[in-house]
């Protein structure tokens, strides 16, 4: 799984699937949840959110505990950087995709320029296995 995610994020999407995951880190982000007994979950926002048989799922793993939901900070900048970096490749430039994430120019730069020494690395990395391979 992607290192950008925190381990407590990576159980909740191991135990209920990265829709379910998602959500609940939507909705309860960076605040601490009871976690009710399976019996009670029915009666519990959990099933409003996820639905029955997810949220008994989470109360039989977590139950009676309180469980620390993620921020997933990290995740939000991977997606909004991958996103800037579809728009820089289809022609937007970098002082319209400050404007529009809100950054400066200078942030902006080291994003594209990051992702491009990413690639470069990765593509003479590729080359390398090559050399050795025949």
Avoid at 10 to 29: F, I, N, S
């Amino acid at each position: 799984m992607n290192s950008r995610v925190t381990k407590t994020y990576q159980d909740l999407t191991m135990l209920l699937g990265v829709d379910a995951a998602d959500k609940l880190v939507a909705e309860y982000r960076g605040q601490e949840l009871y976690i009710p007994e399976p019996s009670r979950a029915a009666d519990h926002k959990l099933s409003e959110l996820l639905g029955d048989e997810t949220a008994r799922r989470l109360c039989h793993y977590w139950q009676g505990d309180i469980l620390t939901i993620p921020m997933q900070q990290a995740k939000k900048i991977a997606a909004r950087n991958a996103e800037m970096i579809k728009k820089h490749e289809a022609g937007t430039d970098k002082s319209a995709l400050a404007k529009a994430y809100n950054l400066h120019v200078r942030t902006v730069r080291k994003i594209i320029e990051q992702y491009y020494n990413e690639q470069a690395r990765a593509a003479y990395k590729r080359q390398q296995l090559q050399l050795f391979d025949q």
